[in-house]
């Protein structure tokens, strides 16, 4: 049974979960709704999604600069106390944010960053190449999802495949550090700089 | 006798130096271009500006972080070669350039960066100060004037004094590395975050 992203959608917002989380669990609960939750919970993912109704006005700001300092990355990354700021998990996971941006290069946080215009551009390009490979025009649609969520997964830092663990993508990362702290964690913002880009 | 922002405009044009090194050079012999034009290629300033044409396409991405990682600060230096860009002095400059940015916040790189409109709101206010103040109408321009000039080197980094020598403007410490390392030097971009800040 296919994912689609309405079913991505609801489970989001029963569990709180991230996307690439979500759909992982409709995946391997074969589209089973309240299976997936209870996927979600067994890996502690949805127990992270509680609190994500609560202020993560504490934090990081890291940086990392690759060897050379050609490149440069700045991150900031919120929780709800200075004292999981301060652990060696935390500290942890902004190291190893920093160090995925500066090696993954995205060019947003998350896909709902991404312009309009990019998106319908992308979209166009999709079309034509499956009507050009002639696909059927009922299941050009799908083809055409299918690859915007890999373009997605491909610019937004959050959906990204972990660069150290590419089996998991950085939200999962994230999650299971929410898991493991107990405390909610977001990735507010991130800059990258390459020498003489832009 | 003043300076005037024409005449330090001239200035810059005959030089290529930087904004702060003319109108100092210009106050320092009472207005007199051509003293001023020596002012500046004794204290190899304008040694520095002949340079300014060249290409600066290496450099080094810097970074600071605040102990306690609630500030960081992200740097482009770029200068015309890779060997210089692996100095001692230019690495030094990168590093003061990222604590001073840490420090005095600058909002801007230079006053050509600053909207039109930010500029606008500052001067209605600076006239609206005088007037109220009683200022004589013929001299309100030339408050309004020095008001300004203080906004400018309060908020753009190159004309901001130097946090661990406030005698000279972050403009003047790029220069003098400039002088020393026979390089162009170009302060490309910069980016501050403050946890929980914009």
């Known amino acids: 049974m296919a994912v689609t992203a309405g079913m991505v959608k609801e489970l989001r917002d029963k569990t709180g979960a991230g996307m690439m989380d979500c759909k992982k669990a409709l995946s391997e609960t074969d589209g089973d709704l309240e299976k997936a939750i209870d996927y979600l919970r067994q890996k502690g993912l949805s127990d992270a999604a509680k609190r994500t109704g609560r202020t993560a006005s504490e934090g990081v700001i890291g940086s990392y600069i690759h060897p050379g300092g050609k490149i440069g990355v700045l991150v900031e990354v919120n929780c709800e106390s200075d004292f999981v700021a301060r652990t060696d998990e935390f500290q942890a996971l902004v190291k190893d944010l920093s160090m995925h941006v500066a090696a993954s290069n995205p060019l947003y946080l998350r896909r709902e960053d991404v312009p309009e215009d990019v998106i319908a551009r992308e979209k166009n390009i999709y079309e034509a190449q499956a009507r050009e490979g002639g696909k059927p025009e009922?299941?050009?649609?799908?083809?055409?999802?299918?690859?915007?969520e890999k373009f997605f997964e491909e610019i937004c830092l959050l959906e990204q495949p972990f660069v150290k663990d590419p089996d998991m993508s950085v939200n999962q990362l994230v999650s299971s550090v929410v898991a493991k702290l107990g405390e909610n964690i977001v990735v507010r913002r991130f800059q990258r700089y390459q020498l003489g880009g832009q």
């Open 138 to 148: 009922r299941i050009v649609e799908r083809i055409v999802q299918g690859k915007l």
